[in-house]
């Protein structure tokens, strides 16, 4: 399969924790990347290579993955984290690029 | 830095053409694949495809029997072509540098609209 699925929409509390899933098949063999979204900019990764955090991204930010489904979560949620966020990985193939239909974030 | 170019406008059956221009790394290296993204007003992204330093092209099979990605070393470019365009290619593209080794986009363009419209 070349498909990774998630949530449409999901909602914290300010300072809570969260967690947004993305699950596929081809996550039993490759890693996913994390991508935040904000209205109106370029999409801007926040995770590679299931959990590793590019420089500059808060540590609140981490990932993990088990089985066909891979994890971005938000320890202690701020407002400016309110985004879009896209994940990211291989096909099964190995050789071609696929998106997650992306997580609309909402920090209450 | 990454920085796309090309017509905001395109009619409907005609050829999308975007250039993507690079500062501060060569796109001959071969530690990077440069990749096209796009994404439709109000959606999600949606991978085009992307291309390698031998030349080696890799694309979406959606748009693959309308898409093709070149390099232009010397200019240290990568361009788009998507051929009998139709309002459902309205997105805002994005060029994008793709790690060999961890598979992600690690820099983006900021993007251009396209709006196919006659």
């Known amino acids: 399969s070349s498909e990774l699925t998630q949530d449409p929409a999901v909602s914290v509390a300010l300072g809570q924790t969260v967690r947004i899933t993305c699950q596929g098949d081809?996550?039993?063999?490759?890693?996913a990347s994390w991508y935040q979204q904000k209205p109106g900019q370029a999409p801007v990764i926040v995770m590679y290579a299931k959990d590793n955090r590019p420089s500059g991204i808060p540590d609140r930010f981490s990932g993990s993955s088990s089985g066909n489904t891979a994890s971005l979560t938000i320890t202690g949620a701020q407002a400016e984290d309110e985004a879009h966020y896209y994940c990211n990985s291989r096909d099964s193939s190995g050789n071609l690029v696929v998106f997650g239909g992306g997580t609309r974030l909402t920090v209450l | 830095h990454l920085q796309e170019s090309g017509p905001g406008l395109v009619k409907p059956s005609e050829t999308l053409s975007l250039t993507c221009s690079v500062s501060?790394?060569?796109?001959?290296?071969?530690?990077?694949?440069w990749g096209w993204i796009r994404q439709p007003p109000g959606k999600g992204l949606e991978w085009v495809g992307n291309?390698?330093?031998?030349?080696?092209?890799y694309y979406n099979p959606s748009l693959k029997s309308r898409v093709a990605i070149k390099m232009d070393m010397s200019k240290n470019q990568f361009s788009l072509k998507l051929t009998s365009v139709t309002a459902a290619d309205t997105a805002v593209y994005y060029c994008?540098?793709?790690?060999?080794?961890?598979?992600?986009?690690?820099?983006w363009g900021q993007g251009t609209l396209v709006i196919v419209s006659s």
């Open positions: 501060g790394g060569s796109i001959s290296s071969g530690n990077y694949y």
């Open positions: 081809s996550l039993r063999s490759y890693f």
């Open positions: 994008a540098r793709r790690a060999v080794v961890t598979a992600d986009f690690d820099f």
């Open positions: 291309i390698f330093y031998n030349g080696r092209t």
